[in-house]
């Protein structure tokens, strides 16, 4: 695995009983303005930073803003698209490159979408989601809904 350290996870990334933790740090004091204005280009750019999953250093990944209903330049807490092996090849977390989190703007129970995948899953294969706590910074952004990523 290319993640800095090489942790072994006993449980999946995905596992739908633990609440993880991103923290993105960013060198510019404006990253919103900036993921703003990326959005606002409608490139898939990306503004490079680091991000800790759970203790584990992820080095130069990219991150922009993702949504077309949930994300507003006016909202603290939009949707993330985080490229973990934007700068460094095959850096990932349990064959995961990349990470889309939900801001669940639109279900304030963040049950929806966790929940739908739940039950899916025992009729048909279905994708998995679950939480995780989002910082950026050093300041907590909120909790998230992680989905995965369908086009890896």
């Not at 991150?63 to 006016?74: A, D, I, L, W």
């Not at 460094?88 to 801001?103: H, Y």
């Not at 995948?117 to 989002?134: D, F, L, S, T």
């Amino acid at each position: 695995m290319g993640v800095v350290g090489g942790p072994v996870y006993g449980q999946s990334f995905y596992d739908v009983d633990s609440v993880h933790t991103i923290e993105l740090t960013f060198v510019q004091p404006n990253w919103d303005r900036l993921l703003d204005s990326l959005y606002a280009r409608g490139l898939n750019e990306r503004l490079l930073g680091s991000a800790v999953i759970d203790g584990v250093l992820f080095d130069s990944v990219g991150v922009r803003y993702k949504g077309n209903s949930t994300y507003s330049p006016s909202r603290i807490k939009n949707p993330f698209n985080i490229k973990l092996d934007y700068v460094i090849d095959n850096q990932e977390i349990q064959g995961f490159g990349t990470l889309k989190l939900a801001n669940s703007w639109s279900d304030p129970s963040f049950l929806r979408e966790v929940l739908g995948y739940e039950i899916a899953r025992k009729y048909m294969p279905a994708a998995r989601g679950n939480y995780i706590n989002v910082y950026v910074t050093g300041s907590l952004i909120g909790l998230n809904v992680r989905v995965p990523d369908y086009d890896r």
